[in-house]
């Protein structure tokens, strides 16, 4: 089983940015499809921004041009950099790596955005 490990969390004024981690375990990372969901209270658990392998990309609508994934797999991690924060950003985001029949989550980190 992959373990995946998320950091980086916390509280943030609206208008503000946080750089969010995640570690994943395994030597084949580099092909995983790793993703960033997040969970507001009272909502469904959504997908914000994903990396194949490849590098290509993609974003919710409601953060495009805001949100940035990246993926470093010399250290097996991927990034969330997170700019101009809104209140309705705030939710615990949570890491996940997929592969064939592996589909791994983490613990979750609580991004609140408030003033």
């Known amino acids: 089983q992959v373990q995946v490990v998320e950091s980086g969390g916390g509280l943030v004024q609206p208008g503000g940015s946080l750089r969010l981690s995640c570690v994943a375990s395994?030597?084949?990372?580099?092909?995983?499809?790793m993703g960033w969901y997040r969970q507001a209270p009272g909502n469904q658990r959504e997908l914000v921004a994903a990396?194949?392998?490849?590098?290509?990309?993609n974003y919710a609508d409601s953060v495009k041009g805001r949100f940035t994934i990246s993926r470093d797999n010399t250290k097996n991690l991927v990034y969330l950099q997170m700019n101009s924060l809104k209140p309705e950003d705030t939710a615990v985001y949570y890491c996940?790596?997929?592969?064939?029949?592996?589909?791994?989550w983490g613990q979750g980190t609580q991004v609140t955005v408030s003033s």
């Open positions: 996940n790596a997929k592969f064939s029949g592996l589909d791994s």
């Open positions: 990396i194949v392998s490849g590098g290509n990309t």
């Open positions: 395994g030597s084949i990372f580099s092909l995983y499809t």
